[in-house]
């Protein structure tokens, strides 16, 4: 038996462990105590424990790269990906200066918006026709020379525009879009600073910029949940500096900090909350070790820096990027480096073993629903999960 499906045997017993014998047995037999549905996925008969039937569904997903989508050079990655329905996607291409929209979950992808000196790298939509698309900013490589931090469409990405209607400090540059409803969305950015916060009350027809230098040298990820209520991810400014998340109760007039990482040199890169109080923080770490993430289970007003126990070398550094949770207790997370896998937890982040079938340097997951994720990194890789909610 190969080491990833000893591991996942291993943790779906862990998940039952708590079952009574009877559902013990039904569950460890060959015949699935599952129920067929028109959709083809599948639903748990009455008695069976939901969430151990879950896991062994993800287990016995795979992770498959799309061919038709679209895929950094060597070396490079993909940033973002969007989703306003099962089949209609967007992705951004940054190293290619495009944004790209799939009709069909992904099978196939035509270019909707090119613009040569643009460093696309996030992208939002609050409905099927109204998105924005982030610019990292000039300044940080030659070849990236557009000053526009921010596009709109309001055609379902047939056409683009930049957004010039922003007050105070004008960012550099964007990393993230987050969106708390139609009308109040958030930008933050950026990548090697500096900080700043963008936000819209009106669904964009006017923004305020907020500099945020002061806290944070690099901006990197945020989540809103409400209009006054938010956190931010990057890290913090001065000496040393390391892996910092803020968070306001007052819509971004002021931030107070709720974790500081141990680690020294240490950068927050991606946040995913996978319900209202449990969420996760990518930390990357690329010289110390031993690897950590950070974790919350009150919605972000503590955290805590849990390890990261890597099989292959639990004492090394790994300067994860993406990170992403569909549950409580199941996700994954990757590394920036090409030569290093991503890997999954199936128990909340206490254990991890790498998933053979997802490709490196992940930067965003998103989770359409139960059934369907999407992983954006060198290319794009779609999961197809065989479940049914009961």
């Known amino acids: 038996m190969r080491g990833s499906e000893a591991w996942g045997k291993a943790m779906a017993m862990k998940l039952r462990h708590a ?7 039904a569950c460890s037999s060959s015949s699935t105590p599952v129920t067929p549905t028109p959709d083809a996925g ?33 070396g490079g ?44 790298r996030a992208v939002l939509f609050t409905d099927d026709k109204h998105g924005f698309a982030g610019n990292l900013g000039a300044g940080l490589t030659g070849s990236i020379d557009d000053a526009t931090v921010l596009y709109e469409t309001k055609d379902g990405g047939d056409n683009w525009a930049p957004v ?42 006017s923004w305020t910029a907020t500099d945020l230098t002061t806290d944070l040298s690099m901006l990197i990820d945020a989540r809103f949940t409400s209009p006054t ?24 007039k002021t931030f107070s ?36 993430l950070a974790k919350t289970t009150d919605g972000g007003a503590t955290w805590a820096e849990v390890p990261l126990p890597l099989a292959a070398n639990p ?9 992403g949770f569909i549950t409580e207790d199941i996700g994954w997370i990757a590394s920036e480096s090409a030569t290093k896998p991503s890997y999954r937890t199936v128990d909340g982040g206490k254990t991890w073993e790498a998933d053979p079938a997802l490709g490196p340097a992940i930067n965003r997951f998103r989770f359409v629903d139960k059934k ?18 009961p």
């Open 77 to 120: 990655k993909l940033d973002d990906i969007f989703f306003t329905s099962a089949l209609r996607g967007f992705a951004v291409n940054g190293p290619a200066s495009s944004i790209h929209r799939t009709e069909d979950g992904g099978q196939t992808w035509k270019v909707v918006f090119s613009h040569p000196g643009t460093y696309f």
């Open 19 to 25: 079952l009574p014998f009877s559902l013990l047995l």
């Open 164 to 205: 010039t209607n922003i007050t105070g400090a004008t960012p550099k540059g964007i990393c993230n879009l987050t969106a708390v409803d139609a009308q109040h969305i958030f930008g933050v950015g950026r990548a090697n600073g500096p900080s700043h916060m963008l936000a819209t009350s009106d669904g964009g027809a």
């Open 315 to 323: 004492q090394s550094g790994f300067s994860a990027i993406g990170i």
């Open 257 to 292: 900090k709720v974790f500081a990482s141990a680690t020294p040199s240490s950068l927050c890169w991606k946040l995913s909350f996978p319900s209202d109080k449990v969420g996760y923080a990518s930390i990357q770490d690329s010289v110390s070790g031993p690897a950590t």
């Open 42 to 74: 599948v639903t748990p008969d009455a008695g069976v424990d939901v969430k151990a039937a879950y896991a062994e569904a993800v287990l016995g997903a795979t992770w498959t790269k799309l061919g038709a989508a679209p895929a950094a050079p060597k």
């Open 372 to 389: 369907t994720a999407y992983a954006i990194g060198a290319s794009v890789w779609k999961l197809d999960i065989d479940w049914k909610t």
């Open 229 to 252: 209520e938010g956190i931010i991810a990057g890290q913090s400014a001065g000496t040393p500096s390391v892996c910092t998340i803020m968070r306001t109760t007052d819509g971004g």
